[in-house]
C-alpha cells in the first residue's frame, strides 16, 4: 500500500513540476516575444516617418505663414499631397502632421495636418497643440528622431514617431509627426500570447502523455523501448505543431542568393529540403503587388543597412494560391563578404 502510495506521490509531483515549468517558459517566451514585436514596430515607426520627412523641404516651411492663408500656398499644396499619398499607402497610420515649436508659448502648434478639412478632428495651421509636453520639446530643440508611447492625448491613445526637418543650419524647423492606435500593437501582442499560450500547453499535454506511458512499463527494457517510441512520437507532434502554426525554418546565403527551407516550407513550396532555391525562383513565386518591397529588403540587406528584417507579403504555394505570409529574421555575417540570414516564414493568411 505504502509503494502504491509513493508511486502516486511521485506521479503527481512530476505533473506538478511539467506544468510549473511550461507555465513558467510559456510567460518567459510571452514576454521575449512581445518585446521582440515591440521592437520591430518601433523600428518600423520611426522608419515611416523619416521616410515621410524626405518630403518636406525646410525652406519651404520657413515660408509658411502659420494661418489659413497657407492652405491657398503651392508649396504647401504640394506638400500636402505628397503626405496625404503617404498617408493612403500606410494605412495603419492614422494621423499624420507637421509640428512646429512657438518659444513665446513654450508649446507645439500645426504647421499641416492631412486630416480632411471638414473632419472634427481636423487641426488647421496655427492652431496650438494643447498636448505639448517637455519631452517633445525637448527633442524639438534637439533635432533628435523618437519614437513615444503608448500615451493618451485629446485624440486618443497612440503610438508616435517623430522625425525632425532641419534647415541648412542644423536647427529645427518643424517635427514631422505620425501617429498609429494602441489597438492595431495590441492586437499583434496578444495573437502572439495565444499562439505562444496554445503551443506550450499542446507541448505540455504531449510531455505528460509521454510520462503516463513510461510509468506504465513494468522493465527496464519495456521502459527503454517506449521512451524510444515516445521521443518518435514527440518529434511527430513536434511537426504537428509546427504544421498548426504554420510556421517554418529558412536560411538565405548571400553572396550566393540561395535559400534553404525546413520540411514544411520546401512542402509548401513542392521542393526537395536540401534543394538550393535560388533568390530569382523565389522572387517569381512572390505576389506582383509585393515583389518590389521584397527586393527592397534584400537590397538592404545586401547593402549591410538592416540587422534584422520584417515583412508581411504574399507568396504562391504549390496550388498556385497567393498566400499571405510574415517574414523575420536576423542577418550574420560570416566574412567580409557572405552573409546569412536565418529566420521564420508564417503563414498569416
Not at 242 to 253: I, P, S
Request: glycine fraction near 4%.
Amino acid at each position: 500500500m505504502y509503494i502504491i502510495k509513493l508511486y502516486f506521490m511521485k506521479k503527481i509531483s512530476t505533473i506538478i513540476l511539467v506544468i510549473s515549468i511550461t507555465a513558467i517558459c510559456i510567460i518567459f517566451a510571452i514576454l521575449r516575444v512581445n518585446n521582440y514585436i515591440l521592437k520591430n514596430q518601433n523600428n518600423e515607426l520611426i522608419t515611416q516617418a523619416k521616410q515621410a520627412s524626405l518630403f518636406i523641404d525646410a525652406e519651404d516651411v520657413s515660408n509658411f505663414r502659420k494661418d489659413a492663408s497657407d492652405l491657398n500656398s503651392e508649396n504647401y499644396t504640394n506638400i500636402l499631397n505628397k503626405l496625404i499619398s503617404f498617408r493612403e499607402l500606410n494605412p495603419e497610420i492614422r494621423f499624420l502632421y507637421l509640428l512646429g515649436y512657438d518659444q513665446n508659448l513654450n508649446k507645439q502648434f500645426f504647421f499641416l495636418d492631412t486630416e480632411p478639412v471638414n473632419s472634427s478632428e481636423y487641426s488647421p495651421p496655427g492652431q496650438i497643440f494643447e498636448d505639448t509636453r517637455p519631452v517633445d520639446i525637448e527633442h524639438f530643440l534637439k533635432g533628435e528622431s523618437y519614437v513615444d508611447g503608448p500615451y493618451k492625448d485629446s485624440w486618443g491613445d497612440w503610438y508616435s514617431a517623430y522625425a525632425p526637418i532641419l534647415d541648412a543650419s542644423g536647427n529645427t524647423v518643424a517635427l514631422l509627426g505620425i501617429d498609429v492606435s494602441v489597438d492595431i500593437w495590441r492586437s499583434q501582442t496578444l495573437f502572439a500570447t495565444i499562439t505562444i499560450s496554445l503551443v506550450g500547453v499542446l507541448i505540455a499535454i504531449i510531455i505528460l502523455s509521454l510520462l503516463f506511458s513510461i510509468y506504465k512499463k513494468e522493465s527496464s527494457i519495456e521502459v527503454l523501448e517506449k521512451e524510444t517510441d515516445g521521443f518518435s512520437i514527440k518529434e511527430k507532434k513536434f511537426k504537428e505543431l509546427q504544421d498548426l502554426a504554420k510556421v517554418g525554418k529558412f536560411t538565405f546565403y548571400l553572396p550566393e542568393k540561395f535559400f534553404y527551407f525546413d520540411n514544411h516550407l520546401a512542402s509548401v513550396f513542392n521542393i526537395a529540403t536540401t534543394t538550393k532555391f535560388s533568390l530569382e525562383s523565389f522572387v517569381d513565386l512572390i505576389s506582383p503587388d509585393d515583389k518590389e518591397n521584397f527586393l527592397n529588403m534584400m537590397d538592404s540587406i545586401a547593402n549591410k543597412e538592416v540587422k534584422e528584417i520584417n515583412l508581411n507579403f504574399k507568396v504562391s504555394n504549390k496550388e498556385g494560391n497567393y498566400v499571405k505570409y510574415r517574414l523575420s529574421g536576423q542577418i550574420k555575417e560570416s566574412s567580409i563578404n557572405r552573409m546569412t540570414v536565418s529566420g521564420l516564414m508564417q503563414d498569416i493568411g
